[in-house]
T-cell receptor, first 120, second 111 residues
Framework: AQKITQTQPGMFVQEKEAVTLDCTYD???????LFWYKQPSSGEMIFLIY??????QNATEGRYSLNFQKARKSANLVISASQLGDSAMYFC?????????????????FGKGTLLTVNP | DAGITQSPRHKVTETGTPVTLRCHQT?????MYWYRQDPGHGLRLIHY???????DKGEVSDGYSVSRSKTEDFLLTLESATSSQTSVYFC??????????FGPGTRLLVL
């Protein structure tokens, strides 16, 4: 079984500053993937970034980067130069055995989310 | 745009009535999923499909059934809706068999 823990129910950041959203995970799988999604107040779920457990480098996508520390089982999301439009709920998720084929290997387990508010 | 639509987008129904939610994709992806989102729980997997007529249960499947007779459509049915099934329902598809992309969601209220 997989588990995601997001310990920050809410975070505040000033516009143009960087912010780190915490995510720790628990899994017995050797191979897995970690994801971050953004959910603005409009309700849609937007994929942000992916990190494979065997990837040697931390993933980056524009202003988003994933600080992956495998030994500590953490996958924190870093948003640089925050913008007002970054205000949203952010979810961390884990998917087991991404290198394998088969239906059950693609289930996502989500954390409860962190509500980020960017102040002007 | 992930090419996923959900219908209806909003629905109010009464306890005990059957409800069917539809997820439609235009990109011919093999994997499709149904999740529900509730306050304090994040998203939880209800059922998923790995091909036409191939489906399996997720972690919160009780009270739900699914069907997939065509690649592009994945239906979620509440046979007899209960108030505990009031939720926001998201459909998702997998691209490259890894990353899941979500539809716009359906808000269901069971009175």
């Amino acid at each position: 079984a997989q588990k995601i823990t997001q310990t920050q129910p809410g975070m505040f950041v000033q516009e143009k500053e960087a912010v780190t959203l915490d995510c720790t995970y628990d899994t017995s799988d050797q191979s897995y993937g970690l994801f971050w999604y953004k959910q603005p107040s409009s309700g849609e779920m937007i994929f942000l970034i992916y990190q494979g457990s065997y990837d040697e480098q931390n993933a980056t996508e524009g202003r988003y980067s994933l600080n992956f520390q495998k030994a500590r089982k953490s996958a924190n999301l870093v948003i640089s130069a925050s913008q007002l439009g970054d205000s949203a709920m952010y979810f961390c998720a884990i998917q087991p055995n991404t290198l394998k084929r088969g239906g059950s290997n693609y289930k996502l387990t989500f954390g409860k989310g962190t509500l980020l508010t960017v102040n002007p | 745009d992930a090419g996923i639509t959900q219908s209806p987008r909003h629905k109010v129904t009464e306890t005990g009535t059957p409800v069917t939610l539809r997820c439609h994709q235009t990109e011919n992806h093999r994997y499709m999923y149904w999740y529900r989102q509730d306050p304090g729980h994040g998203l939880r997997l209800i059922h998923y499909s790995y091909g036409v007529k191939d489906t399996d249960k997720g972690e919160v499947s009780d009270g739900y059934s699914v069907s997939r007779s065509k690649t592009e459509d994945f239906l979620l049915t509440l046979e007899s809706a209960t108030s505990s099934q009031t939720s926001v329902y998201f459909c998702a598809i997998s691209r490259e068999e890894v990353t899941q992309y979500f539809g716009p969601g359906t808000r269901l209220l069971v009175l």
